[in-house]
């Protein structure tokens, strides 16, 4: 979330598409209403189905599954067509004005560079314009056919409203009700917020849905503002925490890029990925990127990482390809993987086509499944009937089972989706012998030190060298943690010289061995160290911050400045910057929120900006981007630099209506595997549109273990419209078997009014939904796993799976 | 006039049909508490802490019973809404308002156990046997496959015949702990369920 929960209470209209808030997440949700009780804000849902949050909603429109790109399309068509824009904004807070760089194309599906053969875009063309100043060239009248603004206009002049409900199935007239609303918000005293979550990342087109929603909200001028923003609506209770934690291959720690096997060198590392200034004053926050860089490396390996070895950046490994958890089960499917340690994950219940999931974990030497509950991923290899139908004495993976904690037994920082660290305390044990994770991980890390230490072996110095201060090495304090990655100072930090004033001398800023409260302290000479820069302060001087309860509220817009501790530098709203006008005023006098005093930027938050960077600087809101604006045209997506729609991999059209490009009907950079694209159904075999979802009563496979949520949810269905279920004779309750081209499930067929077929580009296309959360394990009823059904394909940027679009049969079981 | 009541005969008196509040009012307050059995809550130790599912992260209350006393472990019997949290303002859904069945369901794991190759059934081990196997079988692939240079002569000190998936549900600081020490034996293939 750019914004804060609470915060959706200072908004004038919800957007909810891609989500349903109402019901998974319910808490989260209530400050929807307040903002229809207390502002009179308006309510709009769009979604396949009738949902609980579009029950409550002042406009309801449905869509079909995987359609979001057209619609979102057609709203950026709608308002630069009438001019529904906050043009002050557009011009001074986005790349509306660049121009874009000769060679740029887009012409039947396929923008300017694809390779078909690799599947992939050489993007020589895409991009700004750079003048031999070394700064982009800018039209401000947005008039050159070759700026931003314009290319935008001309590549969605295509979705017009009667495109919009061919390839949507939405009416016409709703669409149009909605892009009105969502119009009216462009006037500088109206915001409009968006509020998704799973229902627009889980696509091959996920990102582009997300950054066509982010365009709109550019150009309506709701970025920044107190009621506005971006929010994704998250799924896990510290799935941000663990994101910034980068427990991924792409990067580390605080989203700082991985080092890649073409990286020759630490120089040239640290080259690539150092920000420079694309306009002039721009702040192009990533210039720190080796302050940031070089204080991880302290925090790691401390004394062995030294000026003379590169601050050991010959220890960190260099990816050479994506690792990304598809790319590594396809690695295992290969059989290119020995062994796998699994923490608190479920990838039989969570991965698309569980056929080849159990293939790929068969295939492994060892497994380490570290969980506090029994999870199907550990039992993978046992026989539950038809449920899953393996032979034991085949499976030769040797599996361990590791008892852990949950939540309630274990002490720490969660962070929330408003990026809100909250500290928790352990209230209890776990039963039996259940250990933290940190624990776990600890205890194996030392016996593999020592063994290395002992016998020897395969490059033993990023391991013997690593640091390890804490004071019981089988088991860090929390507290310890908190601390290693807040950061602080090795030696003294003494300021720096003014080369304007060279008599006077250096004064001590930070004393040697004290926490730093802000990564503005960090340097990159080794005298710092900072296990992640964004949570830099999250343990200062003055304590663990994010154990703070204060919720007072002083100005009402719902900052909680001293509960818990927000990344990064405790502020709460992101690019608040742009809260004000280019002047420095605010935009709406009801919602102050930052503004320049003649002095400094001041106001109920951290500023996003330099405090002293006076409004005639033009120092752009989007401090993080070297252009120092927000970005229409993005050069960083895979598929394009405008999001364009394309038919989900398994299309209920079987042609994509926005192109005549055969190659064109699915996002054409998304990464297929041999044997997957095999695997993808046709309309033909399999006419109905599927998608997955969660109940409120649950969460994921985990509630399927707890008494109280399997009393209220307690076996598995499928859930179909009237109108199909009367095409196919089904009666509610009658046992339907759900098949796709990977698998089938069983279930009881749940037949209601909330889902209904929809017209599309000629035929009525109806859809089955499938609720996730049963399996072979819990004290539920158990079920078929529904992910024995979904395809193994993900989107081109994220390689999040297509959970929410694909094609199934349905039959009596 | 000096009145004692014990709380049970506090409690006898207002049964009688005297209003307690307003006997309270009289003075006649009890003064021991001996021999009932009081609000259950009254006896516990209150825990902060954050609902495990959603990221609303709603504000949680955790109630443990047991003295603190050395050998007796506290159980959590009871959880609500913080009304104190400022977005959840002590309110749960029925995810979180069950959050105290996950955390005693039946199906927790409670023992290391290992599933050799082939067999059909768990065996129970200790924790040293089972993390000692594993770092062995660690160690054995990390030699044997590790990378030590690329072509062209970079140093590139990967490993990735092993891979590591990562918990969304973990703390920050074991997240942390898992990242640092997995980096630091050169695996690339990492992942976290944050991806899906
Ligand atoms: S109680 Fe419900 S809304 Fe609150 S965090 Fe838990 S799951 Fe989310």
Redesign the pocket.
């Known amino acids: 979330m750019t914004n804060s929960w609470v915060d959706i209470k200072n908004t004038d209209l919800v957007l909810i598409m891609g989500g349903n808030a109402a019901e998974a997440?319910?808490?989260?949700f209530k400050w929807v209403t307040e903002a229809m009780q207390t502002r009179k804000a308006k309510l709009i849902v769009v979604d396949p189905r009738f949902t609980r949050s579009a029950a409550v909603a002042d406009t309801y429109a449905p869509i079909r599954v995987g359609s979001d790109i057209a619609f979102l399309g057609g709203v950026i068509n709608y308002l630069l067509s009438i001019d529904k824009i906050h043009t002050e904004y557009v011009k001074a807070y986005t790349d509306a004005t660049f121009m874009t760089k000769e060679g740029y194309n887009f012409d039947n599906g396929f923008f300017s560079g694809y390779n078909a053969e690799k599947r992939v875009y050489d993007k020589a063309t895409w991009g700004y314009e750079v003048g031999k100043d070394g700064f982009v060239v800018v039209d401000e009248t947005m008039q050159d056919p070759r700026c931003v603004f314009q290319q935008m206009k001309k590549h969605y002049a295509r979705y017009t409203p009667e495109v919009v409900e061919k390839v949507t199935g939405t009416p016409k007239a709703s669409f149009l009700k909605i892009a009105e609303q969502m119009g009216a918000t462009s006037a500088p005293n109206k915001v409009m917020t968006i509020l998704y979550a799973l229902g627009w990342t889980e696509h091959s087109v996920g990102s582009q849905n997300i950054r066509t929603m982010a365009m709109i909200q550019l150009l309506l001028g709701n970025m920044g503002r107190p009621g506005g923003g971006v929010n994704a609506l998250r799924g896990h209770a510290n799935v941000q925490g663990i994101t910034d934690m980068c427990l991924y291959s792409d990067v580390l720690p605080g989203y700082l890029g991985a080092p890649l096997d073409r990286d020759t060198s630490r120089e040239e590392y640290l080259k690539r990925l150092t920000g420079k200034p694309l306009r002039p004053n721009q702040m192009a926050f990533t210039q720190n990127f080796p302050k940031w860089h070089t204080s991880q490396q302290k925090a790691w390996w401390g004394d062995a990482a030294t000026k003379d070895n590169d601050f050991a950046y010959d220890y960190l490994p260099k990816k050479d390809a994506a690792y990304d958890v598809l790319h590594m089960f396809e690695l295992m499917h290969q059989g290119k993987m020995n062994g796998f340690v699994c923490q608190g994950f479920n990838p039989l219940a969570a991965l698309p086509n569980k056929k080849k999931i159990t293939a790929a974990m068969s295939k492994l030497k060892y497994m380490v499944v570290a969980d506090p509950l029994e999870t199907e991923t550990s039992e993978f290899w046992k026989n539950f009937g038809p449920l899953n139908d393996v032979k034991p004495e085949e499976i030769k993976t040797t599996v361990f089972r590791l008892p852990t904690t949950t939540f309630a037994e274990e002490t720490g920082s969660f962070t929330n989706s408003s990026r809100t660290l909250q500290w928790k305390e352990k209230a209890a044990d776990a039963p039996g012998e259940g250990k933290p994770d940190s624990e776990i991980m600890a205890r194996l890390f030392v016996k593999i030190r020592e063994m290395y230490k002992k016998d020897g072996g395969k490059a033993p110095e990023p391991i013997v060298n690593l640091s390890w201060p804490y004071q019981v090495a089988d088991a860090p304090n929390p507290g310890e943690i908190m601390r290693e990655f807040s950061g602080r100072a090795l030696v003294d930090l003494m300021s720096i010289p003014d080369p304007k004033k060279p008599e006077e001398k250096p004064t001590l800023l930070v004393a040697g061995g004290t926490q730093l409260t802000a990564f503005a302290q960090l340097r990159d000479d080794g005298s710092t160290a900072c296990g992640n820069w964004l949570y830099c302060g999250s343990w200062s001087p003055a304590g663990n911050l994010t154990a703070r309860r204060d919720n007072s509220d002083p100005s009402g817009l719902g900052v909680f400045q001293n509960w818990g501790y927000s990344w990064p530098a405790n502020r709460r709203i992101l690019y608040n910057r742009a809260s004000a006008d280019p002047a420095g005023k605010h935009w709406d006098p009801s919602r102050k929120y930052l503004s320049w005093n003649g002095k400094a930027w001041a106001g109920v938050d951290v500023p996003d900006m330099r405090p002293n960077a006076a409004p005639e600087e033009n120092v752009g809101p989007f401090i993080m981007n070297p252009e120092g604006v927000a970005r229409l045209h993005a050069i960083g997506m895979a598929e394009g630099p405008f999001p364009e729609h394309y038919e989900p991999f398994e299309t209920p059209l079987g042609v994509n209506p926005m192109n005549t490009n055969p190659k064109a009907i699915s996002n054409p950079a998304a990464r297929v595997y041999k044997g997957d694209m095999e695997a993808f159904g046709k309309a033909a075999e399999f006419p109905y549109a599927a998608t997955t979802y969660r109940l409120t009563e649950h969460?994921h496979y985990w509630t399927k273990h707890s008494r109280s949520n399997a009393i209220v949810q307690p076996a598995p269905f499928v859930e179909i419209g009237e109108d199909l279920a009367k095409e196919k004779g089904f009666k509610n309750g009658d046992m339907v078997k759900v098949k796709s081209n990977r698998g089938e499930v069983k279930a009881a067929v749940v037949v209601t009014k909330r889902m209904k077929g929809l017209n599309v580009n000629g035929k009525v296309v109806h859809t089955v939904g499938i609720p996730i959360h049963w399996g072979f394990k819990g004290v539920t009823q158990n079920g078929y796993l529904a992910n024995s059904l979904t395809p193994y394909v993900g989107d081109a940027n994220s390689q999040t799976p297509e959970y929410k679009a694909f094609l199934v049969n349905i039959e009596k079981a | 006039m000096d009145v004692k009541v014990s709380r049970r005969q506090f409690f006898k008196i207002s049964a009688g049909g005297m209003a307690g509040s307003s006997l309270a009012l009289l003075g006649y307050a009890p003064t021991a508490a001996a021999d009932v059995r009081s609000f259950k809550l009254a006896r516990t130790t209150e825990h902060r802490s954050t609902?495990p599912?959603?990221s609303?992260?709603?504000g949680l209350i955790m109630y443990t019973i047991g003295d603190k006393s050395k050998n007796i472990k506290p159980v959590i019997m009871h959880v609500e809404g913080d009304p104190d949290h400022p977005v959840?303002r002590g309110t749960?859904?029925p995810?979180?308002a069950g959050v105290l069945d996950m955390i005693h369901s039946p199906n927790r794991v409670k023992y290391p156990q290992v599933r050799e190759a082939g067999f059909s059934e768990w065996k129970r081990i200790s924790w040293e046997e089972a993390l000692t196997r594993i770092a062995k079988l660690m160690k054995e692939d990390r030699d044997a496959n590790f990378i030590e240079k690329n072509a062209a002569g970079t140093t590139v000190n990967r490993w990735n015949t092993t891979g590591f998936l990562a918990s969304s549900a973990s703390s920050n600081e074991s997240g942390y702990i898992s990242v640092k020490t997995m980096r630091a034996m050169g695996i690339v293939a990492l992942d976290t369920q944050a991806r899906i």
Do not use: I
């Open positions: 997440h319910p808490c989260g969460q | 609902c599912y959603c609303v992260s709603c959840n749960l859904c995810k979180g």
